[in-house]
């Protein structure tokens, strides 16, 4: 007898328009081991939070398809987080029937998750041959700096960066941009300089520090470890997508 896989979910969107090309249907996984200093989503931390649903990928693709009609040629899914890579299993189940259906299929990730031992990596391999584009989180390019942001550190992600160009896997790099943490030059300059090594590259986005999620902090009890710091000026913002040389980047381009 086969054992249905079920995701752990903690909620869904029907209608993101910042989550990959076009309009698309986001289910947003629950559970991450990392602990960001800005993360605007706490609650999806927990992995086996009581509070997150499981559900079958059938289930999910028929909720998602109620909202087709609405993603023109560019839209789809997007799986995001919490982190998506920490359910392997579901995520290759939902996106071989959306691929069946000729959905597009985009994931949200930091990377985290990545290694080349198994069973992870045989996964993992397969999985890319059903997923469009990578949304990817490179959160900070110094692997000491990179542990006092997120807690953990970078070696794995900057390795799932190599592997996705080694295979020509279409990714969009997003960069968040904290004052005092990821905002210096000498950062953002090795930042693209790494991107540079990269073959694959459709897009570089950065993501002003905001906080509009310090509410779940303190909703859910926890110490806001960026209290006081507020969001990059606009010429902070324009400064980086200088130095890491956005323009240079056309954007989702189909392989």
């Known amino acids: 007898m086969i054992t249905e896989v079920k995701g752990r979910i903690h909620s ?3 209608f993101g328009t910042v989550d990959g090309p076009g309009v698309r249907f986001v289910i947003f996984s629950q559970g991450c081991r990392m602990r960001c200093q800005f993360c605007h989503n706490p609650d999806t931390w927990k992995i086996d939070d009581p509070k997150a649903s499981l559900r079958s990928a059938d289930d ?7 909202y087709q009609s609405y993603w023109g040629e560019k839209g789809g899914i997007t799986v995001s987080g919490g982190e998506p890579l920490l359910q392997l299993d579901f995520l290759l189940d939902l996106f071989k ?3 069946a259906k000729g959905i597009h299929t985009t994931i949200d990730t930091c990377g985290k998750p990545f290694t080349r031992e198994e ?3 045989s996964k993992f391999e397969e999985l890319m041959n059903y997923t469009d584009l990578l949304l990817f989180d490179i959160k900070h390019i110094d692997n000491e700096a990179h542990k006092r942001l997120t807690s953990l550190g970078n070696e794995n992600i900057l390795e799932m960066a190599k592997y996705l160009s080694e295979i020509n896997k279409p990714v969009w790099i997003r960069h968040v941009l904290v004052p005092f943490r990821s905002d210096y030059d000498e950062f953002l300059i ?3 300089a790494f991107i540079k090594t990269l073959n694959n590259v459709d897009k570089v ?3 002003p520090y905001h906080t509009m999620g310090k509410f779940k902090w303190d909703e859910m009890g926890l110490k806001y470890p960026l209290e006081g710091i507020e969001p ?3 010429d902070r ?3 980086a997508k200088n130095l890491l040389h956005v323009n240079d980047y056309q954007g989702y381009l189909t392989r």
């Open 119 to 121: 069973p992870f990596f």
């Open 205 to 207: 986005e950065i993501l």
């Open 12 to 14: 869904t969107e029907n």
């Open 237 to 239: 913002v324009q400064n």
């Open 232 to 234: 990059p000026t606009d």
């Open 97 to 99: 029937k959306a691929k």
């Open 190 to 192: 090795r930042l693209d």
């Open 60 to 66: 999910v693709l028929a909720e998602a398809l109620k």
